[in-house]
């Protein structure tokens, strides 16, 4: 994707959603990285279930220390592979008092050197609690990142990589929260939503969906139920002139979006031919 689309495609995000934020819920650095910590293979939504009782009950590394690890794996047993969580947020959470007073570090490598916090989580905090331009590549970053020809790579760390050198200075702290949002409601993994994406004439993907109903021919262009479209009644040629009419829409959308991480979507579908 040449510069000039990468720019454009991050100036309508930001326009959708000028402050976009983790759907996490936390109070402070320490709860944010104790949240990241639990969401591995977990969704946001059941990590939230979760932390605020515990986050009521324990919302600092000392209190949570006092809780112990049976107290913190009874909080968190609705979330996957939460015993293994359990003890590595209380061994993160003996680091932070004895090592660092309580606070969480704000490097790499010492985030890194905490139990149970990878690469992933450390970009998280990094990037979220102390505004250093990282990136933390998951799975929907990662596929729209090669779908749309943004940042392509074979695995999370070329992509990383390649969105650092690729997303334009100005966009840099807040790609993360547009990518994975965009990520989730409209690019999503089986069926992505091309027919109301607002950066669909910006986007290299050559198998976008097509609107609920509409008749447009493109080779390997998939239906939203996910079938493949295969019915001819207009030529190649037109298919892209139909998604280019998105770029002027997508302003008039992305002038209505108010809600704080309200994903850009096109209402208008891609236009109907036959
Ligand atoms: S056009 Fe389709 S594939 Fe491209 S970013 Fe939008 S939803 Fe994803």
Not at 82 to 106: F, H, M, S, W
Not at 161 to 166: H, S, T
């Amino acid at each position: 994707m040449p510069l000039a689309a990468r720019a454009e495609m991050f100036r309508r995000l930001r326009e959708a959603n000028p402050h976009p934020q983790t759907e996490l819920e936390y109070g402070s650095t320490f709860q944010l990285l104790i949240a990241v910590m639990l969401s591995a293979q977990a969704t946001d939504r059941s990590v939230n279930l979760a932390t605020r009782g515990l986050f009521a009950r324990c919302p600092t590394p000392q209190a949570m220390l006092e809780l112990g690890e049976e107290g913190v794996a009874e909080a968190i047993k609705t979330i996957g592979l939460y015993r293994t969580k359990a003890r590595n947020v209380i061994a993160t959470c003996r680091i932070l008092v004895e090592q660092y007073g309580g606070e969480v570090p704000d490097t790499r490598e010492a985030l890194e050197s905490l139990p149970g916090v990878g690469r992933k989580t450390a970009n998280v905090v990094l990037n979220t609690a102390f505004r250093q331009p990282a990136m933390a590549v998951d799975t929907h970053i990662f596929r729209v990142a090669n779908r749309t020809g943004l940042a392509p790579g074979k695995d999370v760390r070329a992509v990383e990589e390649a969105l650092l050198k690729r997303v334009p200075k100005e966009y840099l702290l807040d790609a993360h929260h547009w990518l994975i949002l965009h990520g989730r409601y409209v690019c999503v993994a089986r069926t992505p939503r091309c027919y109301e994406c607002g950066i669909a004439d910006l986007c290299e993907y050559p198998d976008k969906t097509l609107a609920p109903g509409s008749t447009v021919s493109r080779s390997a262009t998939r239906r939203h139920d996910g079938s493949k479209a295969t019915q001819s009644v207009a030529g190649k040629e037109d298919a892209p002139a139909a998604f280019h009419d998105q770029a002027q829409a997508c302003s008039d959308a992305t002038r209505t979006a108010t809600s704080a991480n309200r994903p850009l979507r096109r209402r208008a579908a891609v236009r109907k031919q036959g």
